[in-house]
């Protein structure tokens, strides 16, 4: 992980640098939440100011997160918002809607599990129940494909 951060910042020039850090103070992160995310998931430097804008709007205003909550799970903000994110999160809301999300899960470990793991813990075991979540989630995910 130190070599990855090493090379991210290498590449970054300063001023890609201060913008970044003021778009996320933007979202309501401290310089210090800034910095350990940084730490975490390098990859933030390289998303563009709108991909960031857009994420950031999914997991606040969609999902329900506080701008520290994705300061501290950053590798949330470099999952891809239309075949990880958004597909993931209405999978899991449709569940939870049926009455059949009986535990709480966390939103970083809903995204950050294997796509093989997602599927049979909350697509594949639910098919009986809900027949529609299969199509519903791998037509989203195909959309974002293509």
């Known amino acids: ?32 939440e800034f910095l350990t995310a940084l730490c975490k998931a390098p990859g933030i430097l390289d998303e563009t100011k709108k991909v960031m804008e857009r994420k950031m709007e999914f997991l606040v205003k969609e999902a329900g997160c506080t701008p520290s909550y994705a300061a501290r799970y950053p590798v949330l903000l470099i999952c891809s918002l239309d075949k990880r994110l958004i597909p993931r999160y209405r999978a ?14 966390q939103l970083s470990r809903i995204m950050c599990v294997s796509e ?15 027949p529609e979540l299969h199509e519903i989630f791998t037509a989203g995910c195909k959309r974002a494909a293509s």
């Open 92 to 105: 899991v809301e449709i569940l939870k809607s049926k009455g059949l999300r009986t535990r709480k899960w």
């Open 1 to 32: 992980m130190f070599a990855w951060v090493l090379q991210t910042l290498q590449a970054c020039s300063n001023a890609r640098f201060a913008a970044k850090l003021e778009l996320m103070r933007s979202f309501g992160w401290s310089e210090s």
């Open 116 to 130: 093989k793991d997602f599927f049979e813990k909350f697509i594949l075991c639910h098919k009986e129940k809900v």
